[in-house]
């Protein structure tokens, strides 16, 4: 359903037109490609300085896909912005990544051997790094 | 990934080269401040500053100008800088990150993939393969690559988890058996679903044959026209217009989006009308006021065209409006418009 916000009247027939004519047109997507998904986060959030939004401003008004992307975020902000969250009770005690992935890959893989593999040798690193930080 | 058309200043610009030299002491700072905030996250001086140096490089090229030391200290200023930490943390397999990441964020997470799926096994499947990607399955030249690291810290985390997820969703729906095009990827994700019926052909044989010719020169003249006058907008007013038309957000959803004082788009908006508010809410009003001066701009360049693209008198100009209207009327303007 098409926005139905009051608009003065003077503007209703180039409005409806514009409005006709801008749902029913086919957009080609820029041949440079989409707005990095950082950016549009950013941009959404209006943190963006002018000199890098302007860009970004100038490919979504050109670019369906990136701007229904930030058109979605920016629905959903303001809808989170409605409904706040409640808090969740968090556990107590630190939920291990590597089980936490473990689980994840067995139900996508099958097996979780490689991610734990992968994950073990970084847990040694950082317990490699904090024995060294301690001794410092 | 975009590529800015304008680009004055080239990676590996020596002037480039020298604005990242000079705020190597402030970046220095920022990691000692992330580091006091959260000592056991395992991320380097060395990998923090490499993140930094390359959002500012990009920060760089995004316009035909050198910035200032001014805007260059606004930028590493506005970075989020203990999310970064963080992500970059995780993106090294920190349990302990990886923790923290989990409590704060886990919920919020969930809370989007639940808001923007349709099912619960969507909901699920998505976060699921969210936190894979996040720790990164691929591998190259023997790193695995994660989804943290694409996080340069220029808006907060959980701006950037709502996109991650919203492409997730929209890879899910790209993966399931039906072929669909990009155009039905995104009216299937969150309320694009609501807006899919853009295009409802119309039977166009009520008009009088006597009248075809005229009326499709006058209906082609319309579009052409009102065509042209949109593309001679500046962006962020296509922009404001393809917002409320297209993606339909409401004013005060669009009113948010403006709200935040360094807003851009609040920036040139203000600049057009020569007001400035006195800061605070951008009220819903204010963007109707923005709205209202897009119309004007787009019936004035539609007037022009009329009479000058198309050559029509002001009579003829008159009958493309009273067609318009009556077409409008019956709803079927746009379907005999793109039958011309």
Known sequence: ?136 | MLRYNVRAMKEGDSQITEIIAAAGPSIGELYACCKENAPNFSCSEEQFRVSIERSLAKFCQSADTAPTAEEVNAFIGQLQADDLLMAIACSNGCERAWWEFDQQHRPYLERVARHLAKTEVDAQDVIDTVYVELYGTRVVDGERISKFATYSGRGSIRGWLRTVVWHSLVDLHRSSPDEVSLDEMTENVGEGAAHAAFLAGVDDGELEAVDQLAEKRYRKATIESLSAAFASLEPHERLLLLYYHVENLKLREIARLLENEDSPLRGWFQRKSQTRDSGGRTHESTVMRWLEKCYARVLENFSNELSTTQGLSREESAICMELATRDLGSGDLFAKLSAT
Do not use: W
């Open chain 1, 1 to 136: 359903m098409a926005n139905q916000e009051r608009i003065d009247p003077q503007y209703e027939t180039i409005q409806a037109l514009l409005g006709g004519f801008l749902a029913t047109r086919k957009e080609a997507t820029p041949a440079a490609g989409h707005i990095e998904q950082d950016t549009i986060a950013a941009f959404v959030e209006g943190n963006l300085s002018e000199r890098e939004a302007g860009p970004v401003i100038s490919h979504m008004a050109d670019c369906g896909f990136c701007r229904n992307v930030s058109a979605e975020l920016i629905r959903l902000d303001a809808a989170f912005a409605e409904t706040p969250a409640t808090i969740k009770e968090t556990a107590s005690e630190p939920g291990k990544i590597s089980e936490v992935l473990s689980g994840l890959f067995a139900k996508i893989f099958g097996t979780s051997d490689g991610a734990v593999f992968a994950h073990h040798e970084e847990e040694k690193k950082d317990k490699q790094e904090d024995s060294d930080e301690e001794k410092k």
